[in-house]
């Protein structure tokens, strides 16, 4: 018997997680590590269940609580069939497991499980319609060939740009010296850098670039202006494709929020970890692989 409802949000940089007793009430919560299934199977079910682990800690529920507890899984790249089967193929203490991906779980969250859309940009980027009691995906098939206007795709541009201005090829600029100091300003460490680098690793970059617009640098604030061109790209697309309600989720999505106010964004109700509860909860809900 389910005793405790168990709402997982995994990404490419954080996993966090919520368990809630049958009433409702919340009991405790937990981060991780990211678990976006493309990162590697094994490692996001390992986080999946450190934030778990923590969340129960904090809950004060016995080990053996596990076996009573519904969990319902909202992390990247489960639209992925491949991914999707194998994780659920791993082994899970719990007394359920249901998977969906973060898309879904945020949109559930958003619109407290009726129909509604999203555009989550954070480290990565991805837009979802659940509509007529289907669901639509928007981009969001991963970095650099998408995930546009993302944490992880502003980064990049950061870094691009900054090199051309090392180059002498664009003017002098604040946020290009910062960037470059941090690599010690060595052209050769980016690219060894950039070899080994994950979208976690160049989202990092994207609060400086964020930062260095509020100190006026102009690169900055001309990288900005091209995240909301691709934001306002997906958005305008999305309501072309019969999205009526949108809401636009995630760190840089929601920084930048107030530059795309022209497009009648909705506020969301609550986050991706209800929406997994939500999940956990209902059989209703669309499959992502039935």
């Known amino acids: ?23 409702g ?14 990162l590697g199977i094994e490692v996001a079910h390992a986080n999946v269940l450190a934030a778990i682990e ?26 992925l069939a491949d991914c999707y089967q194998a994780l659920l193929e791993m082994p899970f203490p719990f007394a359920s497991v249901r998977l969906t991906s973060d898309a879904f779980g945020a949109c559930l969250g958003a619109f407290g499980g009726r129909e509604g859309a999203i555009l989550i940009a954070g480290t990565g980027s991805a837009g979802l ?7 639509h995906s928007c981009s969001g098939r991963g970095f650099p060939i998408s995930d546009l206007g993302s944490g992880a795709w502003l980064g990049l541009r950061a870094i691009q740009q900054s090199l051309l201005c090392h180059d002498g090829i664009l003017p002098p600029s604040l946020l290009a010296v910062r960037l470059l100091d ?17 979208p976690a690793d160049y989202g990092r970059f994207a609060p400086w670039v964020f930062d260095a617009a509020s100190d006026g640098d102009e690169l900055a604030n ?47 109700q609550a986050d991706a970890l209800e929406g997994a509860i939500l999940f956990a909860q209902s059989e209703a809900y669309p499959c992502l692989h039935p």
């Open 1 to 23: 018997m389910i005793e405790f409802w168990v709402g997982v949000d995994g990404g490419g940089t954080h996993t966090r997680a919520r368990i809630r007793d049958k009433g």
């Open 25 to 38: 009430r919340v009991l405790g919560e937990g981060r991780a590590a990211g678990s976006n299934l493309e």
């Open 54 to 79: 923590q969340a129960r800690l904090e809950a004060g529920l016995p080990r053996e609580s596990e076996q009573q507890m519904g969990v319902g899984l909202a992390l990247a790249s489960a639209e």
């Open 129 to 135: 319609i659940y509509r007529h009691g289907q669901l």
């Open 182 to 198: 941090h690599f010690k300003r060595d052209q050769a460490e980016v690219v060894r850098w950039a070899a080994r680098a994950i």
């Open 222 to 268: 001309q990288l900005l202006d091209e995240t909301c061109a691709q934001l306002q790209t997906l958005l305008e697309g999305m309501g072309q494709l019969g999205a009526d309600r949108i809401a636009l989720l995630g760190g840089v999505g929601m920084r930048l929020a107030p530059r795309l106010g022209h497009l009648n964004l909705v506020p969301p």
